[in-house]
């Protein structure tokens, strides 16, 4: 389980790195963009994919999860007056994952069951 933990922090750092890169700083939200960072990121190995939804009249994409180990539930890609972000939906998630997901540097705001992340540069931190 402590590998696990290692290698799902490793893949949100990477995630939120891949997030705001230059492509995505354009204020593009769809969810081919979703799926991809999904996917690049390695969170496919960890997470099945239960809806796949695409939001353009509200800006924004989500991909919903099946029940997981780690119990996050949802991604989501945003893109508002104020610019992009990306939101964790989660469940009561573990100390270490809530207190990892808040130290990152894109890190904006928190509630008990998201965490939302803001464009900016952020650095890759290995396990």
Known sequence: MRNALRLLIYIFNYLLTL??????????????????????????????????????????????????????????????????FFRIYHGDVSTVIKTELESHSLHERSAKKYSDFKAGTGTLRKP
């Open 19 to 84: 997030i705001f890169a230059s492509t995505l700083r354009r204020k593009i939200v769809c969810a081919e963009s979703l799926k991809e960072l999904y996917e690049k990121s390695r969170l496919v190995d960890l997470f099945d994919i239960r809806v796949e939804q695409d939001y353009p009249e509200r800006n924004y994409s989500a991909i919903r999860l099946k029940q997981n180990t780690f119990r996050i539930r949802s991604f989501e890609l945003w893109d508002n007056a104020k610019g992009c």
